[in-house]
């Protein structure tokens, strides 16, 4: 079951998804959306807001009925991460509660090694987005000491991929110095 807040969140993402408009544009459209449905305080179901012990948890609140759009809840206990991992679509990201961590990076393929580029703190009502290819290798983590929620947008049908993720980097990070 869906919130009233996030009915009208989909039915609104379903409308800008009506429009010719390219991935950058749409994403920074569902992130200007997904700032006002934070606001709101009536986001997710209890069901979707629930922990697993043993790793994050991804829960599909809302597939659009032709494929264009998911909305997915990540939840998260304290320490609680994402494999460096990268994308197959445009992703915008909004903390619900508690705080995420996001570890950027850059892959060197001639020293098949991964660079970090820079770390971001998002804390409750914070919205982010991404469009591969431009700077999508990430990590995402609870750095926080308690739960912590996420609602995701992807373009594309998590149901149908399973996850949005297109490749998980398991090469040596080198450190900044």
């Known amino acids: 079951m869906l919130t009233s807040a996030m009915r009208d969140f989909v039915a609104d993402l379903e409308r800008m998804h009506s429009a010719d408009i390219g991935p950058e544009t749409r994403a920074e459209q569902a992130a200007r959306r997904l700032e006002k449905l934070l606001r709101s305080g009536d986001v997710l179901d209890a069901r979707h ?4 012990p043993e790793a994050y948890r991804q829960h599909l609140v809302h597939v659009d ?3 264009r759009f998911s909305v997915v809840s ?3 206990l304290p320490g609680q991460e994402t494999p ?3 994308h197959v679509c445009w992703c915008v990201v909004g903390v619900l509660t508690g705080q995420e961590e996001e570890i950027r990076y850059h892959f060197d393929a ?3 090694v991964l660079v970090e580029t820079g770390t971001e703190r998002n804390a409750p009502g914070e919205v982010c987005w991404l469009v591969p290819p431009e700077e ?10 308690t739960l912590a929620v996420s609602i995701h947008v992807y373009g594309a049908n998590i149901a149908e991929l399973g996850t949005s993720i297109n490749r998980v980097y398991t090469e040596p990070v080198r450190a900044v110095v």
């Open 49 to 52: 807001m629930e922990p697993d």
């Open 65 to 67: 009925p032709e494929g």
């Open 74 to 76: 990540l939840v998260w």
């Open 84 to 86: 460096v991992h990268s």
């Open 110 to 112: 001639d020293e098949r």
């Open 136 to 145: 999508d290798i990430h990590k995402v983590r609870n750095c926080g000491d």
